[in-house]
T-cell receptor, first 115, second 112 residues
Framework: DGGITQSPKYLFRKEGQNVTLSCEQNLNHDAMYWYRQDPGQGLRLIYYSQIVNDFQKGDIAEGYSVSREKKESFPLTVTSAQKNPTAFYLC??????????????FGPGTRLTVL | RKEVEQDPGPFNVPEGATVAFNCTYSNSASQSFFWYRQDCRKEPKLLMSVYSSGNEDGRFTAQLNRASQYISLLIRDSKLSDSATYLCVVNIPSGSARQLTFGSGTQLTVLP
């Protein structure tokens, strides 16, 4: 089955630790995105990548880092520099063609809690 | 002014009711519009794209008003399973970036 997978589903981190969230897709999508969602709020863009080996900062990139070494994979690292990392993290991908603003499809998300 | 604004609700309606959500956007150059549905503690899922001519998918109708910069979603004959948060999504042109901006969502509860 084609889709987007994220792991782990739940993640607990101690303050001062870096953690990496996994995102994999087998949809052959070029573009991939990371969002953060806080309770009662909309999604905010952290980073996005339109092609392998290239990525751009979104609106709230501080304290996060990404890599895009393979088309299928777009891992997100939450560093100790992120002051308030507890949130629901969502990875998405977007199909090629049909213009620049195609719909995005989401993975099931990772809930990160800092203890 | 927020780039994408929605009434947060909550909207509590009885089964079988018709309910409408509106969403306004700030950038007149926006070209792509979507409605997503998000269930509690789940990921958003695409409900429908919104086309200039308006479009319908079963009980759901989406409309776009470019002059007033708003989009709407109409749900007819509400079902219990329609209870969710509905997200208005708009592209905000920013150079070559393929970005979408998400509203904060409108919460719908359909009551038996």
């Amino acid at each position: 089955d084609g889709g987007i997978t994220q792991s782990p589903k739940y993640l607990f981190r101690k303050e001062g630790q870096n953690v990496t969230l996994s995102c994999e897709q087998n949809l052959n999508h070029d573009a991939m995105y990371w969002y953060r969602q806080d309770p009662g709020q909309g999604l905010r863009l952290i980073y996005y990548s339109q092609i392998v080996n290239d990525f751009q900062k979104g609106d709230i990139a501080e304290g996060y880092s990404v890599s895009r070494e393979k088309k299928e994979s777009f891992p997100l690292t939450v560093t100790s520099a992120q002051k308030n990392p507890t949130a629901f993290y969502l990875c998405a991908s977007s199909p090629p063609g049909r213009g620049d603003y195609n719909e995005q499809f989401f993975g099931p998300g990772t809930r990160l809690t800092v203890l | 002014r927020k780039e994408v604004e929605q009434d947060p609700g909550p909207f509590n309606v009885p089964e079988g009711a018709t309910v409408a959500f509106n969403c306004t956007y700030s950038n007149s150059a926006s070209q792509s519009f979507f409605w997503y549905r998000q269930d509690c503690r789940k990921e958003p899922k695409l409900l429908m794209s919104v086309y200039s001519s308006g479009n319908e998918d079963g009980r759901f109708t989406a409309q776009l008003n470019r002059a007033s910069q708003y989009i709407s979603l109409l749900i007819r004959d509400s079902k219990l399973s329609d209870s969710a948060t509905y997200l208005c999504v708009v592209n905000i042109p920013s150079g070559s970036a393929r970005q979408l901006t998400f509203g904060s969502g409108t919460q719908l509860t359909v009551l038996p």
